[in-house]
């Protein structure tokens, strides 16, 4: 029986098939419920008891082998190619459905192309950052509160490390490496632990705007702020700039622009005072610029920073920031036309 079985194991590794058919001959032949293998089987229990063992592990061989064989086979079927007369050339392709671009990775696109025709070019950071590109470096004091739990989240274990809570980290970033004149735009995604609403989140994007040389004053700030208001909100649009605070800008100031569903007049989305504050912005602080090696003597520089939700319900009027991370087809298919 032995060789028997060493006989077949040689005959089935041959084995070949042209087609389906003759592919289900073979396993008919071999491994049905009357095939070669599955009568050997049966013959087995006449085997003598001291044979069991090595027949067995051989008939086992037998069996693997040959469904492998004929496995192989088949999928050689499957992955031949069609031959070209079975194709239907002319038939109609089906209909392909198109994703659609994220309402904020329009907006995004749209604020640093305008910035882009203003000479500025796109740097990017992480995300994961360390507390000196967050904070140290712009001039935020120990105890400043951004540096809170409650607003930032760290990495465990580690007070070092932190998710950014602002792209201005990106600043300081190229700020280290690059000599000016230095005209960046850097958008991104950050990260704040707020609780979930229709109006905060504990992630959200910014895009941070940072120009560094010599003799650089708040005069051409406002007038690249003016340029941004009139170019993403339309010609009509009036600026005004109120004092503020940021540890890493002096001075520094908000930015609103006129109510661009009332016109100005007055309406509930912008609290009936015809304005509304999209940004804030300032001349970079000497202490920032020494903090990475640039000479607050002979360079100055304007930044600016604002958020892509922000920008983005004022242009659509999204009224609940969750619709932006939910991933709804039937949000994100009204931005289409918008492509
Ligand atoms: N980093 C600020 C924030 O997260 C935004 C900002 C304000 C950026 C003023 C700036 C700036 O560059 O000059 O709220």
């Given at each position: 029986?032995?060789?028997?079985?060493?006989?077949?194991?040689?005959?089935?590794?041959?084995?070949?098939?042209?087609?389906?058919?003759?592919?289900?001959?073979?396993?008919?032949?071999?491994?049905?419920?009357?095939?070669?293998?599955?009568?050997?089987?049966?013959?087995?229990?006449?085997?003598?008891?001291?044979?069991?063992?090595?027949?067995?592990?051989?008939?086992?061989?037998?069996?693997?082998?040959?469904?492998?064989?004929?496995?192989?086979?088949?999928?050689?079927?499957?992955?031949?190619?069609?031959?070209?007369?079975?194709?239907?050339?002319?038939?109609?392709?089906?209909?392909?459905?198109?994703?659609?671009?994220?309402?904020?990775?329009?907006?995004?696109?749209e604020i640093c192309?305008?910035?882009?025709?203003?000479?500025?070019?796109?740097?990017?950071?992480?995300?994961?950052?360390?507390?000196?590109?967050?904070?140290?470096?712009?001039?935020?004091?120990?105890?400043?509160?951004?540096?809170?739990?409650?607003?930032?989240?760290?990495?465990?274990?580690?007070?070092?490390?932190?998710?950014?809570?602002?792209?201005?980290?990106?600043?300081?970033?190229?700020?280290?490496?690059?000599?000016?004149?230095?005209?960046?735009?850097?958008?991104?995604?950050?990260?704040?632990?707020?609780?979930?609403?229709?109006?905060?989140?504990?992630?959200?994007?910014?895009?941070?705007?940072?120009?560094?040389?010599?003799?650089?004053?708040?005069?051409?700030?406002?007038?690249?702020?003016?340029?941004?208001?009139?170019?993403?909100?339309?010609?009509?649009?009036?600026?005004?700039?109120?004092?503020?605070?940021?540890?890493?800008?002096?001075?520094?100031?908000?930015?609103?622009?006129?109510?661009?569903?009332?016109?100005?007049?007055?309406?509930?989305?912008?609290?009936?005072?015809?304005?509304?504050?999209?940004?804030?912005?300032?001349?970079?602080?000497?202490?920032?610029?020494?903090?990475?090696?640039?000479?607050?003597?002979?360079?100055?520089?304007?930044?600016?920073?604002m958020g892509i939700?922000?920008?983005?319900?004022?242009?659509?009027?999204?009224?609940?920031?969750?619709?932006?991370?939910?991933?709804?087809?039937?949000?994100?298919?009204?931005?289409?036309?918008?492509?």
């Amino acid at each position: 029986m032995l060789n028997k079985i060493k006989a077949l194991l040689q005959e089935v590794e041959q084995l070949k098939a042209s087609n389906a058919e003759e592919l289900e001959a073979l396993r008919i032949k071999y491994l049905s419920k009357k095939g070669e293998i599955f009568l050997l089987m049966n013959e087995f229990r006449n085997v003598a008891a001291d044979q069991k063992r090595e027949v067995g592990i051989f008939l086992n061989e037998l069996k693997e082998t040959t469904q492998n064989k004929i496995n192989e086979i088949k999928e050689g079927f499957n992955n031949a190619q069609v031959s070209l007369d079975e194709i239907d050339l002319t038939r109609t392709a089906y209909p392909v459905s198109m994703g659609t671009r994220h309402p904020l990775s329009i907006v995004k696109k749209e604020i640093c192309d305008i910035f882009g025709r203003l000479g500025f070019s796109i740097a990017e950071g992480p995300e994961i950052e360390d507390d000196w590109h967050v904070f140290s470096s712009l001039n935020f004091a120990d105890d400043h509160p951004a540096r809170d739990m409650q607003d930032t989240f760290f990495i465990q274990h580690n007070p070092e490390i932190v998710l950014r809570t602002h792209t201005s980290s990106v600043q300081t970033r190229v700020m280290e490496k690059q000599e000016p004149p230095i005209r960046i735009i850097c958008p991104g995604r950050v990260y704040r632990n707020e609780a979930i609403s229709y109006r905060a989140h504990c992630f959200f994007h910014q895009v941070e705007a940072l120009y560094i040389d010599k003799d650089v004053s708040f005069a051409d700030l406002k007038q690249a702020l003016i340029f941004f208001a009139k170019e993403m909100f339309g010609p009509e649009t009036n600026i005004r700039l109120r004092p503020s605070y940021f540890p890493f800008t002096e001075p520094s100031a908000e930015m609103d622009i006129s109510c661009n569903l009332c016109g100005g007049k007055g309406c509930p989305f912008c609290k009936h005072t015809g304005w509304v504050e999209i940004l804030g912005c300032g001349m970079v602080h000497p202490n920032v610029l020494e903090n990475c090696g640039i000479d607050s003597k002979v360079y100055s520089g304007y930044a600016l920073g604002m958020g892509i939700e922000r920008i983005t319900n004022l242009k659509y009027q999204v009224k609940d920031l969750r619709l932006f991370s939910e991933n709804d087809i039937r949000f994100l298919r009204q931005f289409e036309s918008a492509n």
